[in-house]
């Protein structure tokens, strides 16, 4: 008997995809299905990378943390939903922070940059053993063989008379530089549990960073010689986390291990360096 070679082919072809749809309906889903959470005006390839307003309603920590711009789940979010600045927040704890595994391409695009939250704590910031330390609303955690094995973080420090504000980063070198609003620019009234929002700009054309404390630029603005772009290495970004320093040794006081204490709320990460009145404008509109 003579086979027909297309009746051949189609049922092959049939046989596959049945296959294909089998597989299909059984694999393990990683992460939850999508939902509705909070979105911003950005177009596609817009200077917005990441936006986490942790304003989830439901009971998955994983989609309370949602990035809204890639739909970019954190692979971890121990953290207390509580009442925010503008919808829900998280409250930090000794030893507990939220974890993604990238800023999206933020580290890649991101030659000037703007890093903005909403942020609330009570007095003195503390160590994960419950002395006085560092605490750290951002950090990312790196392979690039730093000495503090990170590429990136920020710190807030001190307490409702003075509190510090640092800044950290290496490129793709490992040349390191510090930001600071410390010692005599210390600032006072940060940490007077109420919610105020920070904003870290870092213009590549002028190598300088200015720290804007509920819309209002903080006169000391800082410089790194002639770095120009800021070249951070996203390859080696290993983990990105939203409540804690790089470090790992949470049980102990290592001020790289530190924690976030207070609450956090609307966390933005853009590639360019926003103007003031793009600041107002979210500390107006308490984003």
């Known amino acids: 008997m003579k086979f027909n070679i297309n009746a051949g082919m189609a049922i092959k072809a049939f046989t596959v995809a049945g296959v294909v749809m089998a597989m299909a309906s059984c694999q393990k889903m990683d992460t939850p299905g999508l939902g509705e959470y909070p979105a911003d005006a950005n177009p596609p390839g817009g200077p917005l990378k990441f936006y986490a307003a942790f304003d989830g309603t439901t ?51 991101a030659k000037s940059f703007t890093i903005a939250f909403w942020y609330k704590r009570d007095g003195q910031t503390k160590n994960n053993k419950g002395g006085n330390g560092p605490e750290y609303p951002i950090s990312f955690k790196s392979s690039n063989g730093h000495w503090s094995g990170a590429n990136l973080f920020v710190i807030i420090e001190g307490n409702n008379e003075a509190c510090a504000v640092k800044v950290m980063i290496a490129d793709k070198t490992n040349a390191d530089n510090w930001f600071t609003w410390e010692n005599s620019n210390t600032i006072p009234g940060m940490l007077d549990n109420k919610w105020h929002h920070v904003a870290l700009t870092y213009s590549e054309t002028t190598s300088e960073m200015t720290l804007y404390l509920d819309g209002v630029a903080n006169t000391n603005v800082r410089k790194w010689g002639t770095h120009g772009p800021i070249n951070i290495d996203e390859s080696k970004i290993s983990e990105m986390r939203i409540g804690a320093g790089p470090g790992t040794n949470y049980d102990s006081d ?34």
């Open 59 to 109: 009971t998955n920590p994983l989609m309370n943390a949602v990035d809204s711009i890639r739909a970019n789940f954190a692979s971890d979010n121990p953290l207390t939903s509580v009442d925010g600045v503008s919808g829900k927040a998280v409250k930090g704890e000794s030893k507990k922070f939220i974890k993604y595994a990238k800023p999206n391409d933020w580290g890649r695009t």
């Open 254 to 287: 290592d001020w790289l291990s530190s924690s976030w204490k207070g609450e956090l709320d609307q966390f933005r990460m853009y590639a360019v360096a926003l103007p003031v009145a793009d600041i107002q404008a979210l500390v107006s509109g308490k984003k």
